[in-house]
């Protein structure tokens, strides 16, 4: 979204931005896919799916995603699985 918001990842602002430029958009229709568990927390609190991509520094969280992959190259069989992951 280039220069149209001020705010960028991992700035958790930059998804009210989104639903608010997309307002169609249902939330629970929306996947965020991250490393980032604190943005993934953020996406999970504003309805959206969550899937972590995992990494060293994540993986001892309080924090439970819906999905963990380990590798981005996984995500489209977690996506083409056809659950509905968001609680």
Same mark, same amino acid.
């Given at each position: 979204?280039?220069?149209?918001?001020?705010?960028? +990842?991992? *700035?958790?602002?930059l998804?009210?931005? #989104?639903?608010? +430029?997309?307002?169609?958009?249902? /939330?629970?229709?929306?996947?965020?896919?991250? &490393?980032?568990?604190?943005?993934?927390?953020?996406?999970?609190?504003?309805?959206?799916?969550?899937?972590?991509?995992e *990494? %060293? +520094? *994540?993986?001892? %969280?309080?924090?439970? /995603? &819906?999905?963990?992959?380990? &590798?981005? #190259?996984?995500?489209?069989k977690? #996506? &083409?699985?056809?659950? +509905?992951?968001?609680?």
């Amino acid at each position: 979204f280039g220069g149209e918001s001020e705010f960028s +990842k991992p *700035n958790p602002r930059l998804f009210s931005f #989104l639903l608010a +430029k997309f307002p169609a958009i249902n /939330p629970e229709l929306i996947t965020v896919i991250d &490393d980032s568990l604190e943005l993934l927390a953020t996406g999970r609190s504003m309805l959206m799916q969550t899937i972590l991509v995992e *990494n %060293s +520094k *994540n993986f001892n %969280s309080a924090f439970v /995603p &819906d999905g963990v992959i380990k &590798d981005i #190259l996984e995500i489209e069989k977690e #996506l &083409d699985s056809g659950k +509905k992951i968001n609680r």
